[in-house]
Structure formats: structure tokens, C-alpha cells
């Protein structure tokens, strides 16, 4: 495959079938962690790598799968990857890891993941499976970032916990709470729907 | 008297106070997609309810059983997630060979609740509640389960009443129903601090 | 039958391979990691509780089996941790509590002198309350906390909280965080449930005079 489809295959996550922004997959992550900006971070990275790992898989052994033992297969990838990360967060970033607590192993049911693994690595070739993994990946964790900065912000005045808001301002407790995740996605998809009609038009 | 007195606020707990969709997010790909209708949103949770009781009661036994304080700790997820899948494998096969009926009404849901959140997440909550007991287990499970139906027949009951509303434009479809949401977190959190 | 177990080796060895695969790499990360993992959890608690007993350089479990304690009519396991000086004299007491919060389980290190007279503090291991509100409970007295800094020194018995009263006099008396009093009113009754009942098993082990 040219490098110039593998480039769009990798942008395709960005903005096109971003998996947040456009093809509302993987919610519960996105609403539950990006109260600041770490977490969502580390969730992100989390979830590059085990969809890395789980498509590099799937794609390696795309020839060998049964139909009826398919999905049992991805679960089972995507559950082995998964306890890495979680291991490796409970060793090196503990903090991290108790700061998202169930989450990092709810990655397992992330719709992201199953669907990448279905749509494209059981199709395609372990180059374009990465590709694609990266992509998804990324738009991901851009999503993320995007909703945490705006949470953390209004909710605490800091970014990466260091204050960056003049001293005028107050709080917004709100924010931090789970009514400040579903309003503030609410408003970025509306923000976002605004910009697609408008580059269509 | 004690035991019942327990067991009644983990119950009032779980579906109001710790409501797994509105607190804690989970099951938030069900409650925004499939609830447009009360009658699909009602058997969507009906079916949630049934396989959400089974999975966290075996998946709490398997916990207890084989895996706490032992190396096997660290299967843990995979245990957990195969569990799941094969309660809702036994749950279809059952339904559809006993009561088709029933299979029809929501055994379409039946696949989707594999990769539902809410049941994962009840099972680790589970563990990492430190749960003791066996019937306090069973509790949450079920609660958990009609926690997630109270909350998507809400939701359901209110979009069927927007589609009458206008709404601007880029807000239609997801982005008010989010808006919603968080709008009904918000009364949720007025049952924070019953217990 | 044997075509019946060909047909289900054909169809199952790659789920079988892989099941073996994985668990191999399980086993392989969890061996390295563990240690790490395990002093994590202990490295938290000492600096949590390293932080409110300063004279004490490690902290050691009192017995090689958590204690039975009754708190609340539940037996309940308790490690409880002496804190040890340089010279090895004791420096006070540790360990950790639990109880329910305004939305969700607290988790508190807490800490007491050596003679299990006043309190040396209490540290947050785990919480989930209202941002904004209830979260201060979780703020360090080095932050500029509020609420933590009152049980630095207050006796060990029965707290009471009280919505007005001076912060500043250190006595059984707490004065609840504003907007939050459910959450402070959560910690005193989680301080007050474990307390004693600890200090009388101690007694009664005849670790504490």
C-alpha cells in the first residue's frame, strides 16, 4: 500500500471518523476520566497501546480465525493487553493507576477497540492494522484532552495541576462533577456538527 | 434484622445514590443510543437486568473462590470478560429455546450486552468494593440492573417528548441528548448523602 | 468419534494456542512487576503516614495476622502498623480506616502518638466526594487544608463536629467544612467508630500499656 493511503488511513482517526467526536464509540472513558487533564492523558496512551498490540494480533492471525470463535478471540487479545497496562500503571504510575481505578480494565469493553479489531485488522495487513491503531488512537486521545483541558480548567483553574488562571478566578465546581462531562461533550458535538455542516455547505 | 437493614441500603445505594450510568458512566453507549422508545429502552434494561444479576454473582463466587489472595490475581479481567460472554451465550440459548417469545422482545439487545460497560464494571466495582458477602453480592447485582433500566426509561420517557420540541440544529441527535444527561445527573445528585 | 475430535481440534487449537500464549505472558509480566506493585502499596501508606508521624523512620505491623477488632458488631481485620524511631522506641501507632462517605467509601490513613492518647492526623487514601465541597477533606494541612489540620493533636475518644466553634483550638471538637458537613460529619463518625475499639484491643493484646 503507498505511504500516501497509509497517511490517510492515519488522518482518517484524526477528524473523519474520529471515534469520540464523530462516531460517538468509547463514551464511558471519555466522560469518567477527563476530569483532569492526567488521567486522560494516561488513559489515552493506555488505550493506543493495547489497541497497537490487539490489532498487530488480530491482523497477524486474520487467516486462522473461525467465524464463530472471532469475537471470543479479540476479547480475549484485547483482555491479555489490557492487564499489561494495568500492570505496568499499578508499577510505575500508581498514583495513576488509583486515580483511575475501574476504568483502565473497562478498556476491555471499550467499543473502540472490538471495533477496530473488527472493521479493520481482521481485514487488512499488520502495516495498515498499526496505521489505523495509531490513528484511532490518537484521535482519541486528542478528544480526551480536548474535554479535560476545558474540565480542569473551569473546575480547578489548573492545567496538569499547575495553576494557570489569573487569581480573579473563581471555580467552577461543577465542572469536576459528571454533569460538567455531559454538558461539555454535549457543547464540543454541537461545536463540532456546526463545523462539518459549514465545510459542507 | 441487621442482615435485611444492610442489605436494603446497599439495594437503595446502588440504584439511586451510585447509579452506575448517571455517576459513574458506565453503560453510556445503550443509554444514548438505543433509548429513543420506552418500550425497547424498558426491554433493553430488562435484558441488562437479567444477565448483569448472573454475571456478577458468578463472577463475584469465581472472585472468592479461586482468585483473591491467590497468583491468579491476575486473570482476573480475563476471567471476568469470558464470564460475561458466556453468561450471555447461555442466557440467548436458553430464551430462545424456552421462552421465544421473550427472545423476541429483547434478544436482539442480547449480543450488544457483551461489550455493555455497565456489566463489567459492576463486577470489578464488586471487587474493589471489597464485598464480603454472597447475598450483599447478589443485591448489587440485581440493583445494578434496574439502576441502568430506571435511568434509560427515563431517558427514553424524555426523548420521546424532545422529538416533539425544536431544537437548534447542530444540537439535535447526540449533543442534547448529552446535555439531558447531564441535566439528570444533576437531580440524581440530590439523592447523594441518603446513606 | 474420532472425526468428532478432529473437527473440534480444527476448530479450537488457535483459541487453545493462544490461550496458552497469553497466560504465558501473564505470568511473565506479573512476575517482574509484582514486587514493584506490592512496595507501591506499602510506599503509600508510610508517606501518608510517615507524613503525620514525623519522627517515625518505618513503620512495622504489630502482629504477623491482622488483628480481629470489633467496630461497629462486624469483626473486622485491622493491620495496625507501630511507627518506629531511630532508636527503635516506638513513635506512635498507624493504620487504616474505613466508612461511608457522602457519595462513596472514604478510605483514611490515620495516625496516633505513642501513647495512643492524641491523634497525630489522618491522611486521605481514598475518596470520591463532591468537588469543590466535600473533596476538602482531603486537602493537607501543608496545602493550607482546613479540616485535617483541626485533629492534629485531638484527643482519641469521641469527636464531635460542629457547624461554628474555632478551628484554631485543638480539642474533641471539629468544626465542619461548610457545604460539606456530611462529609466531615462521615470522617469524625469513621474516626470515632475505630478508634477506641483499637486502642482497647492493643491494650488487651498488651502491645500498648
Not at chain 1, 493487553?81 to 475501574?102: N, Q, R
Request: glycine letters at 10%.
Amino acid at each position: 500500500m503507498s505511504s500516501q493511503s497509509l497517511g490517510k488511513t492515519f488522518t482518517a482517526g484524526l477528524w473523519d471518523s474520529n471515534p469520540v467526536l464523530r462516531l460517538l464509540l468509547g463514551m464511558c472513558p471519555t466522560l469518567a476520566v477527563t476530569a483532569a487533564m492526567k488521567p486522560a492523558l494516561t488513559m489515552g496512551l493506555s488505550v493506543i497501546f493495547v489497541l497497537v498490540c490487539s490489532n498487530i494480533v488480530v491482523s497477524l492471525m486474520r487467516n486462522l480465525l473461525k467465524p464463530h470463535l472471532r469475537i471470543l478471540m479479540f476479547t480475549l487479545t484485547i483482555a491479555t493487553f489490557v492487564t499489561i497496562a494495568d500492570l505496568y500503571l499499578k508499577a510505575f504510575l500508581p498514583d495513576m493507576s488509583a486515580a483511575l481505578g475501574p476504568y483502565i480494565p473497562l478498556i476491555i469493553v471499550n467499543c473502540i477497540i472490538i471495533g477496530r479489531a473488527e472493521a479493520c485488522a481482521s481485514k487488512s495487513g499488520v502495516l495498515v492494522s498499526i496505521v489505523d491503531a495509531l490513528g484511532m488512537g490518537a484521535g482519541f486521545t486528542l478528544a480526551l484532552c480536548l474535554l479535560a483541558t476545558i474540565r480542569e480548567l473551569l473546575a480547578t483553574g489548573k492545567l496538569f495541576e499547575t495553576p494557570v488562571m489569573p487569581s480573579w478566578f473563581t471555580p467552577w465546581a461543577g465542572m469536576g462533577m459528571p454533569v460538567g462531562a455531559f454538558v461539555t461533550l454535549g457543547l464540543i458535538l454541537a461545536l463540532v456538527s456546526v463545523i462539518t455542516n459549514k465545510s459542507k455547505s | 434484622m441487621d442482615t435485611l437493614h444492610t442489605l436494603l441500603l446497599a439495594f437503595i445505594g446502588i440504584v439511586v445514590v451510585n447509579n452506575l450510568v448517571l455517576t459513574k458512566f458506565l453503560g453510556i453507549c445503550p443509554y444514548l443510543g438505543v433509548s429513543g422508545r420506552i418500550d425497547m429502552a424498558f426491554g433493553m434494561g430488562c435484558a441488562v437486568t437479567f444477565v448483569v444479576t448472573l454475571a456478577g454473582t458468578l463472577t463475584w463466587i469465581i472472585d472468592h473462590t479461586f482468585l483473591i489472595g491467590t497468583p491468579l490475581e491476575v486473570m482476573r479481567y480475563l476471567c471476568f470478560i469470558l464470564v460475561i460472554a458466556g453468561a450471555v451465550q447461555l442466557v440467548e440459548m436458553y430464551l430462545r429455546k424456552f421462552f421465544p417469545s421473550l427472545y423476541e422482545s429483547f434478544g436482539i439487545f442480547l449480543p450488544l450486552i457483551t461489550t455493555n460497560c455497565a456489566i463489567l464494571g459492576l463486577c470489578l466495582f464488586l471487587n474493589l468494593w471489597e464485598i464480603k458477602r454472597l447475598d450483599e453480592a447478589v443485591v448489587l447485582s440485581a440493583g445494578a440492573g434496574i439502576g441502568f433500566t430506571l435511568a434509560i426509561c427515563i431517558m427514553a420517557g424524555i426523548r420521546e417528548n424532545m422529538e416533539l420540541a425544536d431544537v437548534p440544529g447542530p444540537m439535535r441527535g447526540a449533543p442534547i441528548t448529552l446535555i439531558t444527561a447531564g441535566l439528570l445527573t444533576l437531580a440524581f445528585m440530590g439523592f447523594a448523602g441518603m446513606i | 468419534m474420532s472425526n468428532k475430535i478432529k473437527f473440534f481440534f480444527q476448530e479450537s487449537w488457535l483459541l487453545m494456542v493462544s490461550s496458552v500464549v497469553f497466560g504465558l505472558l501473564l505470568a511473565i509480566t506479573d512476575a517482574a512487576w509484582k514486587p514493584r506493585i506490592e512496595q507501591n502499596t506499602i510506599d503509600r501508606f508510610n508517606r501518608l503516614a510517615g507524613g503525620l508521624l514525623t519522627e517515625a523512620e518505618r513503620f512495622e505491623s504489630v502482629a504477623a495476622e491482622p488483628l480481629a477488632i470489633e467496630i461497629g458488631g462486624k469483626e473486622i481485620p485491622v493491620d495496625v502498623k507501630r511507627g518506629l524511631d531511630g532508636s527503635g522506641q516506638t513513635a506512635g501507632w498507624a493504620f487504616v480506616c474505613e466508612g461511608s462517605g457522602f457519595a462513596d467509601k472514604i478510605r483514611l490513613v490515620v495516625a496516633v502518638d505513642a501513647a495512643f492518647e492524641k491523634m497525630a492526623g489522618f491522611g486521605v487514601l481514598f475518596s470520591n466526594e463532591t468537588p469543590g465541597f466535600g473533596d476538602k477533606i482531603n486537602i493537607t494541612p501543608a496545602a493550607g487544608g482546613f479540616y485535617q489540620p483541626q485533629f492534629i493533636g485531638a484527643p482519641v475518644g469521641t469527636l464531635t463536629l460542629t457547624k461554628s466553634g474555632d478551628a484554631a483550638v485543638i480539642d474533641a471538637e471539629i468544626v465542619a467544612i461548610s457545604g460539606a458537613t456530611v462529609s466531615s460529619q462521615a470522617v469524625v463518625t469513621t474516626l470515632n467508630a475505630w478508634m477506641v475499639p483499637i486502642k482497647e484491643k492493643l491494650k488487651a493484646e498488651g502491645l500498648l500499656k
